[in-house]
C-alpha cells in the first residue's frame, strides 16, 4: 500500500484564486482529516469527514471546504486565497471515526504570491 | 480551549544521554495524548499514544494530570533519534470531531 496520497505536491496560485487540494486514503480507512501546518508551527485541524460526512471542523473561515467521496478520498477547496494561506497541507486518514491514530500523507505546498 | 505547550524548539544532546522532551497541556476534560515524530524526508507519524502505555524506540510517555504534563523520554540518546516531535492532543477521547491539537513541536538532535 503507497500510503495516504496527496495531490498536487506543490503549487503557487495568486490572491483572490481558488485551489482544490485531492487526497486519497489508505485502503480501508474510512475517515480523512485535513491539517494545514505553517512554517515554524504545528499542524492545525481544519476538517474531519467520516463516511462522507462532515464530523468536525477547526477554526478556519468560509473559504475553505471539503467533501468526501463514496470511494473515501477527498477534496480540500479554499476559496478567495489569502497570502496567509501559504502552508503545507496535510491529508491524514484512519480506520474510523475516532481521531485515534492518523497516518499521514506528504502533503501539498501551497504557495500564494 | 484546548492548547498543547511545548517549550523547547530545539533540544540538542550528545549520543548517549537521556533525552526528556517537555509538553504541556490545557484542557479541562480527559485528554488523549500523542507525540507524533517526523524523521528527515519522512511523513509525520504516530510515535506513541499515553492509554497504550507502551514504549516505542526507547521512548516513554506518562501522562501526569495533575502538571498536566505529557513528557517524552528516553534514558539513552541514539543518533537516529534526530527528528522533529509533536505532542497532540484530542480533546474528546473517541470523538474525533475537534481533530488533533499540535503544539509547534521540538527539533531533537543528537550529535555523535
Known amino acids: 500500500d503507497a500510503g495516504v496520497t496527496q495531490s498536487p505536491t506543490h503549487l503557487i496560485k495568486t490572491r483572490g484564486q481558488q485551489v482544490t487540494l485531492r487526497c486519497s486514503p489508505i485502503?480501508?480507512?474510512?475517515?480523512v482529516s485535513w491539517y494545514q501546518q505553517v512554517l515554524g508551527q504545528g499542524p492545525q485541524f481544519i476538517f474531519q469527514y467520516y463516511e462522507k460526512e462532515e464530523r468536525g471542523r477547526g477554526n478556519f473561515p468560509d473559504r475553505f471546504s471539503a467533501r468526501q467521496f463514496p470511494n473515501y478520498s477527498s477534496e480540500l477547496n479554499v476559496n478567495a486565497l489569502l497570502l496567509g494561506d501559504s502552508a503545507l497541507y496535510l491529508c491524514a486518514s484512519s480506520r474510523g471515526g475516532a481521531t485515534g491514530e492518523l497516518f499521514f500523507g506528504e502533503g501539498s505546498r501551497l504557495t500564494v504570491l | 480551549a484546548q492548547r498543547v505547550t511545548q517549550p523547547e524548539k530545539l533540544l540538542s544532546v550528545f549520543k548517549g544521554a537521556p533525552v526528556e522532551l517537555k509538553c504541556n497541556y490545557s484542557?479541562?476534560?480527559?485528554?488523549?495524548l500523542f507525540w507524533y515524530v517526523q524523521y528527515s524526508r519522512q511523513r509525520l507519524q504516530l510515535l506513541l499514544r499515553h492509554i497504550s502505555r507502551e514504549s516505542i524506540k526507547g521512548f516513554t510517555a506518562d501522562l501526569n494530570k495533575g502538571e498536566t504534563s505529557f513528557h517524552l523520554k528516553k534514558p539513552f540518546a541514539q543518533e537516529e533519534d534526530s527528528a522533529m516531535y509533536y505532542c497532540?492532543?484530542?480533546?474528546?477521547?473517541?470523538?474525533?470531531?475537534?481533530?488533533?491539537?499540535f503544539g509547534k513541536g521540538t527539533h531533537l538532535i543528537i550529535q555523535p
Open positions: 485502503s480501508g480507512h474510512k475517515s
Open positions: 497532540a492532543l484530542s480533546g474528546r477521547s473517541g470523538g474525533g470531531a475537534d481533530g488533533l491539537t
Open positions: 484542557y479541562s476534560g480527559s485528554p488523549e
